[in-house]
């Protein structure tokens, strides 16, 4: 059974940094790209971040680009999230989420699959 | 553009079949993902691809594409389908992913 755990979500100021962790099992953590995505209370989804299987690549949402780092250690089976410089509109519910990269074949293109989700660690940035 | 765009509020009547639209420049390239999030839970993918359902997900969930809308269909739309829906594709540039804004589904 895929099992993801996100933990590391806190209250902080303004300006502050913070590390998310998401602990992966139940499959092959390196063979899969791995995503962030965040849900502000009451609001829709966003996605943050999607690094690579070998994280030789990394994207970033505009909106936190320069800002966040996504990382992966694939001895621990763990994904990361090294947040910096928080605001106050970073303040989400963040999501980590086995992710099956998009790709082009045949004429068609096929968006990512975010097959599996953890339940979310809950970041609050605030004075 | 680099947006996807969702009518914010859908319903049904149970039982009858409803649709479901994303529009957006990029899903002239990009078939969508769409999820399914129940309140206080964490989203679940329902339909990729040209219309695949992943395993465990009823087969009265379809999707289509035409031009720049992606569509969910619900054919038989039962109590428990009422709850938020989100679509998905990669932007033109093929670098980020977006989410729609989402549905809110009520079933009558």
């Known amino acids: 059974e895929v099992q993801l755990l996100e933990s590391g979500g806190g209250l902080l100021q303004p300006g502050g940094s913070l590390r998310l962790s998401c602990a992966a099992s139940?499959?092959?953590?390196?063979?899969?790209?791995m995503s962030w995505v965040r849900q502000a209370p009451g609001k829709g989804l966003e996605w943050v971040s999607t690094?690579?299987?070998?994280?030789?690549?990394?994207y970033y949402a505009d909106s936190v680009k320069g800002r966040f780092t996504i990382s992966r250690d694939t001895s621990k089976n763990t994904l990361y999230l090294q947040m910096n410089r928080l605001r106050a509109e970073d303040t989400a519910l963040y999501y980590c989420?086995?992710?099956?990269?998009?790709?082009?074949?045949?004429?068609?293109?096929?968006?990512?699959?975010?097959?599996?989700w953890g339940q979310g660690t809950l970041v609050t940035v605030s004075s | 553009s680099s947006e996807l765009t969702q009518d914010p509020a859908v319903s049904v009547a149970l039982g009858q079949t409803v649709t479901i639209t994303c529009q957006g420049d990029?899903?002239?390239?990009?078939?969508a993902s769409w999820y399914q999030q129940k309140p206080g839970q964490a989203p679940v993918l329902i339909i990729h691809?040209?219309?695949n359902r992943p395993s465990g997900i009823p087969d009265r969930f379809s999707g289509s594409s035409s031009r720049n809308t992606a569509s969910l269909t619900i054919t038989g739309a039962q109590a428990e389908d009422e709850t938020d829906y989100y679509c998905?594709?990669?932007?033109?540039?093929?670098?980020?992913?977006?989410f729609g804004g989402g549905t809110k589904l009520t079933v009558l």
């Open positions: 989420a086995k992710t099956q990269l998009g790709y082009c074949s045949g004429g068609y293109c096929y968006s990512d699959l975010l097959d599996y």
């Open positions: 998905s594709s990669r932007d033109s540039s093929g670098d980020h992913v977006l």
């Open positions: 139940g499959f092959t953590f390196s063979t899969y790209a």
């Open positions: 990029s899903l002239r390239s990009y078939y």
């Open positions: 690094i690579s299987v070998s994280g030789d690549k990394t």
């Open positions: 691809g040209k219309n």
